[in-house]
């Protein structure tokens, strides 16, 4: 079983849906990112938190240390936001080493 | 555009072969980390340096080493190339040695034939 486990693994939605994409992770950590992957293979941070809640124009991720998971949100989806998204955490163990979710592919028609 | 390069953009070469791969950390930015992205494993941390030390291993290969330079860039070394190392090599750059925001390069993609 991998430490850190994303779901759904592939999402389609229709531009203006809200989305949802979740990550549970079975380690203690000291943070999770939040890194998007577009079809050019770039890789682009979107959010680093260690606790509550974090906003960025239609982009909220939110995470639960006791429960060990994290979801990040997409309002107003746009086919723009047609991407890899990918989860990954800080081990306490080895803090420096970033430990990857497999990437959700999200498709937005519109 | 996050500040970070890498060098090349595209490498062909053959099984066997030893190639180098290059990475500029942001401006300022004092830790570098290698990743490998290949269609069967997915990402995967390779390596750290922290201000031209070595400072978190990840699942590297024997047959692969990193440094970093004085001014702060990295190179990755592979040698000994196999098909199964075929991938995008991606570097990443932070402020710091703890958990920071990372900024990722562009990638390198590597084939081999």
């Known amino acids: 079983k991998n430490e850190v486990e994303q779901s759904p693994q592939n999402l389609t939605a229709q531009e203006g849906e809200f989305i949802t994409i979740n990550c549970s992770y079975s380690?203690?950590?000291?943070?999770l990112h939040w890194l998007q992957q577009h079809p050019g293979g770039g890789i682009v941070s979107l959010f680093m938190l260690s606790s509550g809640k974090k906003k960025h124009g239609r982009l909220i991720a939110t995470i639960n240390i006791q429960e060990k998971h994290s979801s990040l949100h997409i309002t107003a989806s746009h086919p723009r936001d047609s991407a890899v998204y990918i989860c990954?955490?800080?081990?306490?163990?080895?803090?420096?080493?970033?430990?990857f979710g497999q990437g959700t592919r999200l498709t937005i028609n519109p | 555009d996050s500040g970070v390069t890498q060098t090349p953009k595209h490498l062909i070469t053959a099984t066997g072969q030893r190639v180098t791969l290059r990475c500029s950390p942001r401006s300022g930015d004092l830790s570098v980390y290698w990743y490998q992205q290949s269609l069967d494993q997915g990402l995967q941390f390779l390596i750290q340096y922290y201000n031209g030390e070595e400072r978190a291993k990840g699942n590297i290969l024997e047959r692969f080493s990193a440094q970093q330079f004085p001014d702060l860039h990295s190179e990755l070394n592979l040698s000994s190339l196999e098909l199964g190392d075929s991938a995008l090599y991606f570097c990443a750059s932070s402020g710091g040695d703890t958990p920071y925001e990372q900024y990722f390069g562009p990638g390198t993609r590597l084939t081999v034939t």
């Open positions: 990954a955490v800080h081990p306490l163990q080895g803090a420096q080493k970033l430990v």
């Open positions: 380690v203690g950590i000291s943070a």
